[in-house]
């Protein structure tokens, strides 16, 4: 009996339910609707004859036949888009998706996806920016093909990895290190700078207040160099405002976070040029 040939458009809606974990949030995904999915997988189910979907929990979650297949699927969409790429007369098309944090938005990534748009005028490039556990748990249900994350030091491994020394940041003109309590610049809660700020200093047993919170980085640079208060940043993130603190003022040097490239599976191949491009990138920048 001849095997059943698989229709790349189940197998599409298969892995959008598998890594976005609900019916709902594959349909977005797919540009479907919940119940169009949910027939794409019953007749896939069907012709497999095999139940790939554990639907009884509060997350849709592969069975064994279901984790089975993901890899397969993954590869054989994979390569059909790239055979469809290589077809276009040379013209490389579609999207990819991006997270990156807030310090590599501008300054690292505008030139590079410039020179990349310019080279691949076809493809469409959506950049999103923020803090690194949001990126991560974006990048873990499937948003985007490659992102940025910073990272204490070994807690994922990716496809590269930079080492992200800190420094703490004071005005130059109006410091604030000798208040009390000592006011912070931070960024929002669940933020890796702030986090590692807080802990360092009530380890040390200092009284502490945040005097300002923004997600913007420029924001929280231009604070500090106007006397608003003291942060932790990327050491490499020094304006000519700021004045740079150390153990003489009491604040210790911390160990450097970590700034980790992840890349999903089977991209196809216009993610794995970018891919390298924003390795070569990183390399320079934070070498």
């Known amino acids: 009996m001849t095997n059943p040939m698989l229709d ?49 929990g509060r997350y849709v979650v ?34 990819i998706h991006i997270g990156v944090p807030e310090d590599f938005a501008a300054d690292l990534l505008a030139p590079l996806l410039g020179a990349f748009a310019r080279e691949y005028p076809a493809i469409r490039l959506e950049v999103t920016s923020g803090l690194s556990n949001t990126l991560w748990q974006q990048f873990c249900a499937g948003s ?24 703490w940041f004071d005005s130059l003109d109006t410091p604030s290190w000798q208040r009390d309590p000592l006011p912070l610049v931070v960024f929002p809660v669940g933020g890796l700078y702030r986090d590692e700020m807080i802990h360092a200093l009530e380890s040390g047993g200092r009284r502490w207040r945040i005097s300002y919170c ?42 450097p976070l970590e700034l980790v490239l992840h890349r999903r599976p089977d991209v196809p191949q216009r993610v794995l040029d970018l891919a390298e491009r924003l390795q070569a990138a990183c390399d320079e920048v934070m070498g």
């Not at 197998?11 to 999915?37: C, D, I």
């Not at 093909?145 to 990272?151: E, F, I, M, R, S």
């Open 8 to 56: 790349p458009v189940l197998l599409k809606s298969f892995v959008a339910v598998v890594e976005s974990g609900s019916f709902t949030r594959a349909g977005e995904r797919v540009h479907l609707s919940q119940s169009t999915v949910s027939q794409h997988l019953r007749r896939l189910e069907e012709q497999l004859g095999s139940e790939l979907l554990d639907r009884s």
């Open 62 to 95: 592969t069975t064994e036949s279901g984790a089975r297949l993901l890899g397969y699927a993954r590869r054989l969409l994979a390569l059909m888009e790239d055979a469809v790429e290589e077809l276009r007369e040379g013209q490389v098309q579609g999207e």
């Open 144 to 167: 985007y093909d490659l992102v940025l994350v910073k990272q204490r030091h070994g807690h994922t491994v990716g496809t590269a990895a930079w080492p992200e020394p800190l420094a």
């Open 214 to 255: 923004s997600a913007s980085l420029a924001s929280i640079r231009s604070a500090v160099a106007s006397g608003l208060g003291v942060s932790l940043l990327p050491a490499r993130l020094a304006l000519s405002g700021h004045r740079r603190l150390g153990e003489l003022e009491g604040f210790p040097p911390l160990p």
